[in-house]
């Protein structure tokens, strides 16, 4: 069973590039998360989708945007890359708001 | 804003002692998730605790969720060197667009020496 899994799971933008991070899961689950993780930090709220078609703002959701077409794919799509969002970007899944999250392994995005 | 606040922020101690990680907030949760995450991976969940005052152990880690359900915490006994890594508690809040949604604390970076 894959899970939830990410790509790339590196990347090194140029300021001003335009990146999308795919996120694909596997287990049917109806919500979908973007965090971004600083270093020695913990995990940020970007986006988050609570089915198809359905997308909320988290606490950062500036500079990103997504969409939910289909139930397994949740790709986050950065416009105009700054320095500032260089950090580790996680994607994870749950059946639902209080249900355990299911993390994918992480894109490590580097904006120089 | 529901906000959730993790101490200590960094815990670097020896084989076989013991510890205790918080977890607080000002506003009530409906549940309370622990995570544990390792270098270059995502998070795993640990435990879940849903009723006030509700305690739950995971061997040697021992989960408390409080009366109020506004604070939680994590105490390990005995710590290994295989408990090393960053504890993050996440508790269930209402978004903007009114659904509800995980947030997490900063976390709590655990240092465990041989």
């Known amino acids: 069973n894959a899970g939830v899994t990410q790509t790339p799971k590196f990347r090194i933008l140029k300021i001003g590039q335009s990146m999308t991070l795919q996120c694909t899961q596997d287990?049917?689950?109806?919500?979908m998360y973007w965090y971004r993780q600083d270093p020695g930090m913990g995990l940020k709220l970007i986006y988050y989708?609570?089915?198809?078609?359905?997308?909320d703002k988290g606490e950062v959701p500036n500079g990103y945007n997504v969409s939910r077409s289909t139930t397994e794919d949740f790709p986050l799509r950065l416009e105009l890359a700054a320095p500032s969002q260089t950090s580790v970007y996680f994607c994870?899944?749950?059946?639902?708001?209080?249900?355990?999250?299911?993390f994918g392994d992480g894109t490590r995005l580097s904006i120089l | 804003t529901q906000l959730l606040e993790q101490s200590p922020q960094f815990l670097s101690i020896q084989e076989g002692e013991n510890l205790t990680v918080y977890c607080n907030s000002s506003?009530?949760?409906?549940?309370l998730q622990w995570y544990r995450q390792e270098p270059g991976e995502g998070p795993v969940l640990l435990v879940t605790?849903?009723?006030?005052?509700e305690v739950k152990k995971l061997k040697r880690l021992t989960f408390q969720f409080g009366d109020a359900r506004k604070d939680s915490s994590l105490h390990i006994t005995a710590a290994q060197p295989g408990d090393t890594g960053l504890y993050l508690c996440?508790?269930?809040?209402?978004?903007?667009?009114?659904?509800?949604?995980?947030?997490f604390g900063a976390g709590t970076r655990l240092a465990v020496h041989p």
């Open positions: 989708s609570v089915g198809a078609g359905i997308t």
């Open positions: 287990m049917n689950h109806n919500y």
């Open positions: 994870a899944s749950s059946y639902g708001p209080t249900q355990p999250q299911h």
């Open positions: 605790v849903v009723t006030g005052g």
């Open positions: 996440a508790g269930v809040a209402l978004g903007s667009g009114g659904y509800n949604k995980l947030i």
């Open positions: 506003s009530v949760f409906s549940s």
